[in-house]
Structure formats: structure tokens, C-alpha cells
Nanobody, 124 residues
Framework: QVQLVESGGGLVQTGGSLRLSCAAS????????MAWFRQAPGKEREFVARIDWSSISTYYADSVKGRFTISGDNAKNTMYLQMSSLKPEDTAVYYCAARRGGFPTTRDSGYDYWGQGTQVTVSS
């Protein structure tokens, strides 16, 4: 099992920045890739960004490309999401997720472990 705990959410003004963290514990060596998803009120959960640990490749949703950066620190078993130039439409609960194996995916059904989420609110 892998446990994931997000932190770093909060309230920020349009154009501001936040850095989310996702601390992993347990059988972290079993995870091949991790990702960030978000869910706004009344909307379905959507993919934000992912990172593959074997190749350190990253991939972003078009809506956040150029504004968000995903990264990780293996020594700390922690993944980050640096968010800049935030917009009101970025307001959502942000979740981190981990995938045991297989090809990297943007589908939430492909992830095996999930955190509890952290709220990000961007005021206009």
C-alpha cells in the first residue's frame, strides 16, 4: 500500500502562485508514475499533470501547460506542483495519485492510490 498526503492548498488572488506537495509513504518503490488531478464543484475530476519516475518525463493538460510545473524529490518521496499565473478557473480540490505500473496515463481510472485532496481557491 501507498499512502499519499497533499498539502499547500489555500486562497490566492488571480495571477498568484502556489506550490502543492504530495508526500508518499509505504511501498513507494512500487509506484511507476504519479499525477495531479483536480475537481471543481459540479464538474468531473480532470487530469492536470503527471510524472514518470523511470524516465522523469512529464506531461500536462493543455489548460495548465506553461503555468504549472510538476516535479519530484525521490529522497523525500514527495511530488510537487508549482502553480503560477493562477486563474479563477483553476479553483478546485487538487488530488495526487500514484500508479503501480503500465504505460503513463491521463485517465484517473489508471491510478491505484489517491490522496485526500487539498483545496485551491483563486479569487478574481
Amino acid at each position: 500500500q501507498v499512502q499519499l498526503v497533499e498539502s499547500g492548498g489555500g486562497l490566492v488572488q488571480t495571477g498568484g502562485s502556489l506550490r502543492l506537495s504530495c508526500a508518499a509513504s509505504g511501498r513507494t518503490f512500487s509506484t511507476r508514475s504519479m499525477a495531479w488531478f483536480r475537481q471543481a464543484p459540479g464538474k468531473e475530476r480532470e487530469f492536470v499533470a503527471r510524472i514518470d519516475w523511470s524516465s522523469i518525463s512529464t506531461y500536462y493538460a493543455d489548460s495548465v501547460k506553461g503555468r504549472f510545473t510538476i516535479s519530484g524529490d525521490n529522497a523525500k518521496n514527495t511530488m510537487y506542483l508549482q502553480m503560477s499565473s493562477l486563474k479563477p478557473e483553476d479553483t478546485a480540490v487538487y488530488y495526487c495519485a500514484a500508479r503501480r505500473g503500465g504505460f503513463p496515463t491521463t485517465r484517473d481510472s489508471g491510478y491505484d492510490y489517491w490522496g485526500q485532496g487539498t483545496q485551491v481557491t483563486v479569487s478574481s
